[in-house]
T-cell receptor, first 109, second 115 residues
Framework: RKEVEQDPGPFNVPEGATVAFNCTYSNSASQSFFWYRQDCRKEPKLLMSVYSSGNEDGRFTAQLNRASQYISLLIRDSKLSDSATYLCVVNPIGNQFYFGTGTSLTVIP | ETGVTQSPTHLIKTRGQQVTLRCSSQSGHNTVSWYQQALGQGPQFIFQYYREEENGRGNFPPRFSGLQFPNYSSELNVNALELDDSALYLC??????????????FGPGTRLTVL
């Protein structure tokens, strides 16, 4: 079983739509969770950390459900510039980040 | 920009050759991790260096090796290159491991093509 599994995608949504990505992880001892964004042929960039209480940053909301070992990212009012691959990342305390395969989002005019 | 730099940006090698990739970490970060990202996949952890020693390793063969220097910069060496080694190699720097809110910041990567 993979450490991190994400929605397969791709997601193609119109501008202004709300879109949600889901991710599950297998290691119940995991302590840190993140969403990274990766543009085509570029490096991953931190979008937001995910906290147990959930957190929001503008149009982006991240949720963590430890009981179900599940992480989500909600994007409201999608912009063309949101088109990218979104990577779910899980880190048990220590050294190794586990990445999902990524979910591709295309926002259509 | 994260302040993490990598060189070279692109590299073409042939099977059986050896390659060295370099990374300079963000100021204040003493931990460097290396990842391999094949096309259409998420990054896969190769290993991490902290205080000039390997501090964890993913599922990669011994022909993948590394170094960290006193200034926290790092090298990734790959011997006996195989076609499947073609990928984007990413370096990420962070604060010391073990912090719950540890975050990794990535460099732009080195794109390696093995022919």
């Amino acid at each position: 079983r993979k450490e991190v599994e994400q929605d397969p995608g791709p997601f193609n949504v119109p501008e202004g739509a709300t879109v949600a990505f889901n991710c599950t992880y297998s290691n119940s001892a995991s302590q840190s969770f993140f969403w990274y964004r990766q543009d085509c042929r570029k490096e991953p960039k931190l979008l937001m950390s995910v906290y147990s209480s959930g957190n929001e940053d503008g149009r982006f909301t991240a949720q963590l459900n430890r009981a179900s070992q599940y992480i989500s990212l909600l994007i409201r009012d999608s912009k063309l510039s949101d088109s990218a691959t979104y990577l779910c990342v899980v880190n048990p305390i220590g050294n190794q980040f586990y990445f999902g395969t990524g979910t591709s989002l295309t926002v259509i005019p | 920009e994260t302040g993490v730099t990598q060189s070279p940006t692109h590299l073409i090698k042939t099977r059986g050759q050896q390659v060295t990739l370099r990374c300079s970490s963000q100021s204040g970060h003493n931990t460097v991790s290396w990842y391999q990202q094949a096309l259409g996949q998420g990054p896969q952890f190769i290993f991490q260096y902290y205080r000039e020693e390997e501090n964890g390793r993913g599922n990669f063969p011994p022909r993948f090796s590394g170094l960290q220097f006193p200034n926290y910069s790092s090298e990734l060496n790959v011997n006996a290159l195989e076609l499947d080694d073609s990928a984007l190699y990413l370096c990420a720097s962070s604060l010391p491991p073990g912090r719950i809110t540890d975050t990794q910041y990535f460099g732009p990567g080195t794109r390696l093509t093995v022919l």
